[in-house]
């Protein structure tokens, strides 16, 4: 599943016909052609293809899909006759964009009940609905180890070794650094003379999930890292990727049918053997799980 708006990349293998790998191919080498289904017809877009070497004979393909959700298909030829080439087509399902802005909750009333139908008609649901949207972004973030919502961050993030290479942020994607600073006086100073210039001493991840250092910055033989980096970035979602929200819809769901059968309690109702506060872990489905750890960041301290 593709998602709206994010590189598309898939991998080309190039063989000659004696099956010998041919490299320092471009894009003129090739003559792609990119379409995507609307309705029954398949129709040109203007989305645009391109094409660099790996190595080996293998090079990416790449193109980001700006209509969903649709299928879109990409197929590549060589212009010579004398390369082959496998594969050569490929197919995208690209998902539908989200309604919901992040931030402050993953999912809003309005969206789980249009998410669910009759499940959740009129307004007997509501109070519980809304009091599970807090709940059910504070667990997806805790257990993810980030925050989704984009906004403006000052962190600092620890070196993960004596040769520091990449520092990892609690609010990707990464949309702008604002600044980086790294020192190693006691106490530390964040100033002109240890402020980093992107492009020159680190960049940032294609996919806005990083800080990488372009030239490695050895730290061995300093006892004490703690507050040696300082990063200020704008970072996290302006859209709630869609299977995140559904994810949470999901649980939501969950809960409130439990909570009508009495399967669990629900927060602030009591019952002869007790009460049960919010949201337990047996109310993550598997398939909201699954998502949840596909968006998990490492953690760090």
């Known amino acids: 599943m593709a998602q709206l708006n994010s590189e598309v990349?898939?991998?080309?293998?190039?063989?000659?016909?004696?099956?010998?790998?041919?490299?320092?191919?471009?894009?003129?080498?090739?003559?792609?052609?990119?379409?995507?289904?609307?309705?029954s017809a398949i129709v040109s877009?203007?989305?645009?293809?391109?094409?660099?070497?790996?190595?080996?004979?293998?090079?990416?393909?790449?193109?980001?899909?700006?209509?969903?959700?649709?299928?879109?298909?990409?197929?590549?030829?060589?212009?010579?006759?004398?390369?082959?080439?496998?594969?050569d087509e490929w197919q995208d399902d690209v998902e539908a964009a989200s309604t919901a802005t992040a931030g402050p909750y993953l999912t809003t009333l309005a969206n789980v009940k249009a998410a669910f139908g009759s499940a959740f008609k009129g307004t007997d649901q509501d109070a519980?609905?809304?009091?599970?949207?807090?709940?059910?972004?504070a667990l997806f973030q805790r257990y993810c180890n980030r925050i989704f919502a984009q906004g403006t961050a000052t962190e600092y993030?620890?070196?993960?070794?004596?040769?520091?290479?990449?520092?990892?942020?609690?609010?990707?994607?990464?949309?702008?650094?604002?600044?980086?600073?790294?020192s190693l006086a006691i106490p530390r100073v964040y100033d002109a003379t240890t402020?980093?210039?992107?492009?020159?001493?680190?960049?940032?991840?294609?996919?806005?999930?990083?800080?990488?250092?372009?030239?490695?910055?050895?730290?061995?033989?300093?006892?004490?890292?703690a507050r040696a980096s300082r990063i200020v970035y704008v970072g996290g979602y302006a859209i709630?990727?869609?299977d995140l929200e559904r994810a949470a819809q999901e649980?939501?769901?969950?809960?409130?049918s439990k909570s009508a059968g009495d399967l669990y309690h629900f927060t602030g109702v009591s019952r002869d053997d007790g009460s049960m506060q919010g949201l337990r872990w047996d109310d993550i489905t598997p398939s909201a799980l699954e998502v949840m750890d596909a968006y998990r960041l490492r953690a760090i301290s």
């Open 128 to 137: 519980r609905i809304s009091a599970l949207l807090p709940q059910v972004t």
């Open 157 to 182: 993030p620890p070196f993960l070794s004596g040769c520091a290479r990449v520092l990892l942020v609690n609010r990707p994607p990464i949309v702008t650094v604002t600044s980086l600073h790294v």
């Open 9 to 39: 990349r898939h991998l080309l293998r190039v063989r000659d016909l004696t099956g010998a790998v041919v490299t320092g191919l471009t894009l003129a080498n090739f003559t792609p052609t990119l379409r995507r289904r609307s309705g």
């Open 251 to 256: 649980v939501i769901a969950v809960k409130c």
């Open 195 to 225: 402020l980093l210039v992107e492009g020159t001493d680190f960049i940032v991840s294609e996919d806005g999930q990083w800080v990488e250092f372009v030239t490695p910055r050895y730290l061995n033989g300093y006892t004490t890292m």
């Open 45 to 87: 877009t203007t989305e645009t293809v391109g094409v660099s070497e790996i190595g080996g004979g293998d090079y990416w393909v790449f193109y980001t899909p700006t209509i969903a959700a649709t299928l879109y298909q990409l197929k590549i030829v060589p212009v010579s006759a004398e390369h082959a080439i496998y594969p």
């Open 240 to 242: 709630i990727p869609e």
